[in-house]
């Protein structure tokens, strides 16, 4: 690779270090700046990872024609004025989760980027770990048959944050998860969710989100603030095969169950014929190894190669709009008692334009 | 206890064996013959039991004025014509879950045992291990403070039933375990029900029921036949203290953790100032010793006590009652896609009678 | 299978009633009788099972001309005259471990056995159990390689033994294991056993064996009484892969692991080459599907096709006189604080008679 | 506290970057220097920590007057000469484990610092984590009894190490731990080592130590480079209670058993009437809530708080010495084929002096 590419990092506060500090030793990179309306926190970042320029000046950053990204780490309610002033400027996008604080902002910034032939990368860090990596590459080559289902948990004792409720804070990791390793994406053919705040905090403490897929199955996700144990686990069920995912349990993340239910299909068959052909399948179980990566390198790489090749990143905008059409969804439901809501779709969105 | 009462087990199949072999060694009662239309089966379980009286006819058992109770494990469709008989021929009775096929029939099941003013007992099995019924007694001493979540668990590669769901072959153990150690029993505003049948055996094999407690708080229930793991978790949630039940883990099945979200509740709040003063307990975690006890054992001696003291068990007709109104809100929901249904308590059907 | 062979059982105190249910529905066996002293226990093991003869008098038994074999289920110092006497009578003979209370009566059993041409097998019944078929299995396919090592891990809050230390409690477990998955069997250079008595109780409560193999690695057995958690596990690790055997995890109670430490052989290598020359492998992990299955179910098989196929059993007598040979060492290294004992061999025995 | 103490770090190569960070934000420290041979290694971690003086030349650091102490992190085999010349120039040492190459060596140093009158503290980091400080505080005011037992695991697939075996490798932190937390320190009557080094790198990788505690009871080690899986466990059993501490489990590191042996004392008693009167508790098990420290941080306060007050650090020369004088117990056993080996103790050495 012959030259590097130039970022500025946006945002000096809870994850723009972490931004700053990739992107610093990444062999695609080159960190130009950190920008921050604190100059003082920017500089902190700067020094922790050895010498950078620094900025108030959100406009120096998007004037300067050797940047060819930008980074944003701010808080969700300013992405869409930041993200569209970058795009004008013609800089590649990378931000962080969620997309944007609405979904219509969320679509006129991935409308934005197209026009403009620019990437537009959601940061949707989980997905670049290894263990979900494996599982995407798992499911593309059909280790596990058709998806039957995929049940999500998030819970730990969690701060209860002062502008989002549970859904918004932790799902779209489920979500974006979702996203990056169903075959069809994140494709539901309603959203019901179930909160509650029993506390009284003004705000779902406790979540349920349902969702069944259009390919059939049903797609769902535990989310909790108020529990003592932390659980991270995710189960997807396939014909073929069964894929749990126990993110706290280092020495085997990733397990594949060879066992299930076998349907022996018969020409003419009807509900009661196929359950009476049921059986049962117990294999062993497979747990494949993982490499030793930090999934920020590799979102750095994938920004670097999506701008290179003048292609989508795999978490591109749009599969930050699905992300958040469910959490719009997800947010009506609540307000009917969990009556399941339609989720806008992006490709519904443009058909419609 | 000077004497023993006499029991009359009728069904011979999978649960028969069960209590016959508790009746058989209880010092409250004597196993006075096994009832079932299949002798041959009847005089196995008999032979196992070492020697009783089989006989094929219910009449026969429910003419003799020497059996004081019958012990019902016929399928559940059976129920109700059965447990009616019983209780005309003055028998107190104990019936396999679920209570009845229907609601309806189980109401009058219950009203009848009340006008003739015998005991009719729910073998709830669960509600009688050492485990649930430490729960109830930690819940019942104020050890969890309020209840603010109930999220239950119990997922397995289970065998598709012929004639039930998901929710009516597993959930009636989740919510009669629910309805035994809540304060006030399972009482719930809505059933929101979520399943899917990927397989299109005609029923669903993962479900999901959401339920908003009447006391605040909610109770979820996740029930699954397609999972290669199993996992029996019930996590509940107070204001003092959160406790883990996992049933799987034989050396710590219930851990008490002093770790939540406290409340500095100020004379004028709002939901906003309520969040502003949340901090966080990192205490304890205490997990009691329990006792090796069969639970059966505990469900014999529970009928012989409640027919002795004139008084309802602990599990009586009732709370059956309560766990059929819920997996038929739960039907009635998955009717409509999940939207929330209300759940007929049976207090509200005397009063309506 | 045209007839049946028939078995009687010596023996109806704890581990007696186990055979005698096993033998009665084997396809393969017709228990004939159940002697024991104590007629009552004999009769009460007789009826749990349906029905079969019983009897004081041993002499009866091996008096009767139809009788093939015997199972010994007496205390362990009670072996010797007893199958000796059944072996003059011309009787097959299984035995509960350990097969003696001495190395020179086992010896004595194993040669009047051969010398009589019949057969002789230990009840060392883990062996038969899926898991441990199963790591034989693997280890004799070459899967995990060579042997390095083998550390076993049994401890739990035991029951402190009126006549024995925890070496000849437990360990024979370890080693009868042990004997049966190696490649040439518990082949030892030495044994040293720590033992510790805190409670004084007479007897050692917490045991270590070290065990240098012959083949090279080593073997390791930790026992304990005084653990209040309950450990199972035994790693077996090879120059190919290695193998963790956790008896109390049944979801995976077998795992491979494809990890370890790569020699890059060189032709003129020394130890500081070699050290030079290691690499690490960190591939996938693999746990076999195991049938369910009930481990004396699969003793009794055993039993019957030795003899019908007029071999030796599995687990014939020398392997029951290779766990006492380690057992006496232990003995011995015990008495002189720790030191390294030689382990006499049933080879050597032989060869120096 | 008036005025903070400084320090120099010599040695940044592994474990000097640790300490550099931990002094460099301790209230108690000022980071004056760091120290090495190679000035690029040594520029690298002054940058880390945001600028701090560094040099080649360890005269220069011993030289300066403002200095108070230094921290050495260099190779084991440098210790001795680097910390003698530190204690000449009157600056106290914090040394990182193990205190020297030989017991002899460490014995010099101990007692040149007690002439001197300075703190010679050994960096034993293990023993100021918040589990491992626990765990002496519980010993300390009784909740475990007498110490009857200490089983120490380490195992997991390790680098083998070109100058040591798995036993100076890893053994020092088990050993250093049990004399932290045993109310009279590591004294042990005599060390038996079993070592296997099946893959012949000319040095043990998998190895057993047995120690008799003078105090009754055993201590035992496992250390283990070959193993798939990483443990990571210590059991010390007690009259009173048991505690586990597993330190790969965050949401539970420590739990205390109240589960044992109970033991009816008796006037006249003998081991036979002892193991007569033998009964068994099974009570509730306890997870103390553990702070969330860094234990370098805990380290750098002990030094400071040591040298203020005159005083020996918690982890002195004389504790670090004790670990020394097992592993060359240790090392002379393996050579003997395990024999158990005297291991000498510091205070007889101070007393032959």
Redesign the interface.
Known sequence: MSSQLNVAVVGAGYWGPNLARNFRVADDWNLAAICDLDLARAERVA?SV?GVHVTQDLAEVLDDSTVDAVAIATPARTHHPIVLAALEAGKHVIVEKPLADTRERGAEMVERARDNGLVLMADHTYCYTPAVLKIRELIEEGALG?I??V?SVRIN?GL?Q?DVDVFWDLAPHDLSIMDFVLPGGLDVT?V?A???D??????SC?G?L?M?LSS???A?V?V???????IRQM?I?G?KR?L?WDDLNP??RVSV?????D?ALQSKE???T???N?S?R????????LPEQEALANVAAEFASAIRDGRPARTDGESGLRVLSVLEAASASLAV????QHAETYIKEVQEA
């Open positions: 020094n050895g058709e039957l289902f049940d004792l209860i002062p309603s019901s179930h909160g509650s029993p506390l009284r905090t003004g705000k406790v349920y349902a069944p059939g199955g049903i769902h535990h909790n603030w108020l529990s003592p144990t932390k189960v069920g014909t069964t749990v020495q085997q169950y060879d066992r299930g239910v349907l009807t509900a009661d196929r359950a009476a049921i049962y117990l294999g062993d179980t497979w747990a494949p190894a008692s969990g009556a399941p």
